[in-house]
């Protein structure tokens, strides 16, 4: 459907595999930010059936996905830590426009992208990954992204014109690659 701008460089995946707890205690963290982020979307448009009807799909998907990597944690004898704030999700919610419809517009634009990001992680990760109940999960998640980050792009054309879709989904993958081509390379998803 769509294709991210800037490809995550190698030595992003070197990182994780070099300290695959410290990933997986972030990756934590934001599958169940991906949970409550669906949540919000669902209640703040309860009138926009389809929607909601994805949204609750995407809850559950992404609390179970928390709940696989909660079970890969205490695999590991680690516990889940405190949130912490997401430099890369933080910087593309600053590109979210005023007024509802725009502001509704580009929250689901930026979930199609961030998806498409954790997709293409995800991937590396499970190509990385030696045969095996961690391989199966990565490949799963990653499957579980490329569903979502579609089905984020299909209401914002569901709901929007789809040219207005297609102008602002090409400036916000353009801002996406700067910051991601910017973060600082880490054991983490962003």
Do not use: C
Not at 66 to 85: I, M, P, W
């Amino acid at each position: 459907m769509f294709k991210l701008l800037y490809n995550t460089n190698t030595a992003w995946l070197d990182a994780v595999m070099n300290d695959f707890n410290a990933f997986l205690l972030d990756h934590a963290a934001a599958e169940k930010k991906a949970s409550g982020m669906a949540m919000s979307m669902l209640s703040h448009y309860p009138d926009r059936t389809l929607l909601v009807q994805q949204m609750v799909e995407i809850a559950i998907e992404e609390l179970a996905h928390f709940r696989e990597v909660v079970k890969l944690l205490h695999q590991r004898n680690l516990t889940t830590g405190a949130d912490e704030k997401d430099a890369y999700v933080n910087q593309l919610r600053q590109q979210f426009r005023k007024g509802s419809e725009l502001y509704m517009l580009d929250r689901l634009i930026l979930g199609g992208i961030i998806e498409a990001r954790g997709y293409e992680r995800f991937s590396m990760i499970a190509e990385a990954l030696e045969a095996g109940v961690e391989k199966k999960f990565y490949q799963s998640i990653a499957s579980s992204e490329a569903k979502h980050k579609d089905t984020f792009i299909e209401l914002a054309k569901h709901y929007f014109d789809h040219q207005q879709v297609k102008e602002r989904l090409d400036e916000l993958l353009l801002i996406e690659a700067q910051i991601t081509s910017e973060l600082p390379i880490r054991a983490a998803l962003h």
